[in-house]
């Protein structure tokens, strides 16, 4: 079946750049999600970006799509205490009613 | 804009009782509502699918007698837990698809913690 995988851990300094790593298994993806889920909280849409795309840029964050290797990443610029959070990518799950898969979410530490 | 908001945010019950949780979409219409667990430092499970005016469509391994959902406007989905025991504490999030958004696009309520004693 389908599946999304994540290193589970990140620490960078406090304006350094993160970035955090994707590979998922569906080669039918549309579009592809980074979430973001503070403590305690609901997941919040980061970004999202199209299959046909290579490169997507919001403010201080990047999505990189390869999808010949099936890979994704969010790099984010001047990574800042306040984006210290868990990080999930999302795909969805062969277009079966509209559900998403969810990876394993990366824990981004950022030190002051 | 595409807010969704769940209510409880925090229940505590008994064992045997049950619970209901809400999930509203405040600035648009769902055509589609997701129910998810989070177990402590997990990853979303998808418990079910619902759809507005129809049977929700379970994840296997979730039982529906269990996890009662209706699903009765494009704003509004509920999961009731029935007789919750403790087994059934956990962080509990729904979702929902715009209607007309971008495909597979889901936004998050900010999530209920039930516990149950």
């Known amino acids: 079946g389908e599946d999304v995988e994540q290193s589970l851990f990140l620490s960078v300094r406090e304006g350094d750049s993160s970035v955090i790593n994707c590979t998922y298994t569906d080669s039918s993806s549309t579009y592809l999600y980074w979430y973001k889920q503070e403590p305690g909280a609901g997941l919040q849409l980061l970004t999202y970006i199209f299959s046909n795309m290579d490169m997507k840029q919001d403010q201080r964050l990047t999505v990189l799509l390869n999808k010949k290797d099936k890979h994704l990443s969010l790099r984010i610029a001047d990574t800042q205490t306040g984006d210290s959070a868990i990080y999930f990518c999302a795909g969805p799950t062969g277009n079966q009613g509209g559900k998403l898969i969810f990876g394993q979410g990366t824990e981004l530490s950022v030190k002051p | 804009g595409a807010v969704v908001s769940q209510h409880p945010s925090w229940v505590i019950c008994k064992s045997g009782t049950s619970v209901k949780i809400e999930c509203r979409s405040l600035d648009f219409q769902a055509t589609t509502m997701f129910w998810y667990r989070q177990f402590p430092k997990q990853s979303l499970m998808l418990m079910a699918t619902?759809?507005?005016?129809?049977?929700?469509?379970?994840e296997q391994g979730v039982e529906k007698d269990k996890f009662l959902i209706n699903h009765a406007s494009l704003t509004l989905s509920t999961l009731t837990v029935t007789s919750a025991h403790p087994e059934d504490s956990s962080f509990y999030i729904c979702?929902?698809?715009?209607?007309?958004?971008?495909?597979?696009?889901?936004?998050f309520g900010p999530g209920t913690r039930l516990l149950v004693l």
């Open positions: 979702s929902a698809r715009r209607r007309g958004g971008v495909r597979e696009t889901q936004y």
């Open positions: 619902s759809n507005e005016g129809s049977k929700a469509t379970y």
